[in-house]
């Protein structure tokens, strides 16, 4: 009996020596990171609970120095990168192009009651219209030069073009009526693709209509420009654009620029003349020749001296075909003497006009090569 109870009651005294040192042992470190992690969650939950006053419906703010100020990263901008260099063809030619002309800009406050040129820019159908009328002002009975440039939208751009493409390849005439019945003109292609031009007199002040189509009859080309002739030029409108510029000063310095406007003044006296506005432009005329004398070189003097002498003896009163006849003899006794050495330069002496000492250093003008002017549309690219 004695013997049988021994060994459970050894067991049981060694279980419990086993836990009286176990809960004498010291709490490891993850114990204690298990007892102090519920603490601090409480301590974490009470301290988001809002704080607010009795009678308060709404939390109070946090305080300042608990608010951090949120910094943005601005981020360094970078320069922009250079274009690339033009691409070099094979097949077209290395041609020095002249500098683009720089064009007048239009008056911004006053506006120009006078104007050399107006240009109309409008859009008729697929095609971008530009008309340019000199001068700003048509007067009857004086020539009128119409200039256009035609460009068509394209749809899908073009990598060489862009989203117009010049009207080129294709022979154009203009008809012109209105007042007047109507009359059609050939219509001049121009140097630059896209760009066309004609002249013509109008006899009688009012609209005109100037209708633009292809020599071969098809279609694809429906413009059709209104010109007022003796009136104000056209309004703008939303469709329809409207620039004026003012006429171009004569410079003293320019012999070119003179002669430009003195030409202009003959040819206002020749359309007048056997009317009542032929004493007008007469005195015009000369008045512009004396201008000229004023401030003529030492060495021409005496030439511009004649050329207002010459004029003074044309006659204003009397039938048209008086005035035009004496006009003809200043043209080939004076004019001619001054441009035949000048101008022309076949001449070397005309002291004793009409017989002269011809040039024997004169050259035939240059003439260009066919195909030397620049190619447009694909050509293939240069393979390095």
């Known amino acids: 009996m004695s013997v049988s109870l021994r060994k459970p009651l050894s067991l049981c005294g060694a279980l419990v020596l086993g836990a009286l040192l176990l809960g004498a042992a010291p709490a490891t470190e993850e114990d204690e990171s298990e007892e102090a992690r519920p603490a601090e969650e409480t301590q974490k939950s009470r301290s988001?609970?809002?704080?607010?006053?009795?009678?308060?419906?709404?939390?109070?703010?946090?305080?300042?120095?608990?608010?951090?100020?949120?910094?943005?990263?601005?981020?360094?901008?970078?320069?922009?990168?250079?274009?690339?260099?033009?691409?070099?063809?094979a097949d077209e030619p290395a041609v020095a192009l002249p500098a683009p002309a720089e064009e007048e800009p239009a008056a911004g406050g006053e506006e120009i009651t006078d104007p050399g040129e107006v240009r109309y820019l409008t859009r008729k159908g697929n095609f971008h219209v530009e008309m340019r009328v000199r001068p700003g002002i048509?007067?009857?009975?004086?020539?009128?030069?119409?200039?256009?440039?035609?460009?068509?939208?394209?749809?899908?751009?073009?990598?060489?073009?862009?989203?117009?493409?010049?009207?080129?390849?294709?022979?154009?005439?203009?008809t012109v009526g209105g007042p007047e019945a109507n009359r059609t003109y050939e219509v001049h292609?121009?140097?630059?693709?896209?760009?066309?031009?004609?002249?013509?007199?109008?006899?009688?002040?009012g609209t005109y209509r100037i209708k633009l189509a292809r020599r071969d009859g098809r279609a694809g080309l429906d413009v059709e420009m209104q010109l007022p002739v003796g009136q104000p030029p056209l309004a703008a409108s939303r469709t329809l654009e409207v620039k004026r510029y003012p006429r171009e000063g004569v410079d003293p310095s320019d012999t070119k620029s003179q002669m430009r406007e003195l030409a202009r003044?003959?040819?206002?006296?020749?359309?007048?003349?056997?009317?009542?506005?032929a004493a007008e432009a007469h005195q015009g005329l000369v008045e512009f020749a004396k201008e000229i004398e004023g401030g003529a070189p030492p060495h021409a003097k005496r030439a511009y001296t004649a050329l207002v002498e010459a004029l003074g003896t044309i006659p204003t009163q009397g039938p048209r075909e008086q005035t035009l006849g004496q006009m003809d003899e200043v043209n080939f006794q004076t004019c001619l003497r001054c441009h035949a050495a000048a101008r022309l330069e076949f001449a070397?002496?005309?002291?004793?006009?009409?017989?002269?000492?011809?040039?024997?250093?004169?050259?035939?003008?240059?003439?260009?090569e066919s195909g030397s002017g620049g190619r447009r549309g694909p050509v293939r690219p240069v393979r390095k």
Do not use: C
């Open 138 to 174: 048509p007067s009857p009975g004086e020539p009128v030069e119409i200039g256009w440039r035609l460009e068509e939208q394209l749809l899908i751009p073009d990598p060489y073009l862009g989203d117009r493409k010049p009207l080129s390849g294709v022979e154009i005439l203009a």
């Open 265 to 277: 003044r003959w040819m206002q006296l020749e359309r007048a003349a056997g009317t009542a506005r």
């Open 48 to 89: 988001r609970r809002p704080v607010m006053a009795p009678g308060q419906e709404a939390p109070a703010a946090p305080p300042p120095s608990a608010v951090r100020p949120v910094t943005v990263k601005q981020e360094k901008e970078e320069a922009p990168a250079e274009p690339p260099p033009p691409l070099e063809f």
């Open 189 to 205: 292609a121009e140097s630059r693709p896209g760009h066309f031009g004609f002249t013509f007199t109008p006899h009688t002040a």
């Open 348 to 368: 070397t002496d005309v002291s004793n006009w009409p017989r002269y000492t011809p040039n024997t250093e004169l050259k035939p003008p240059a003439t260009m």
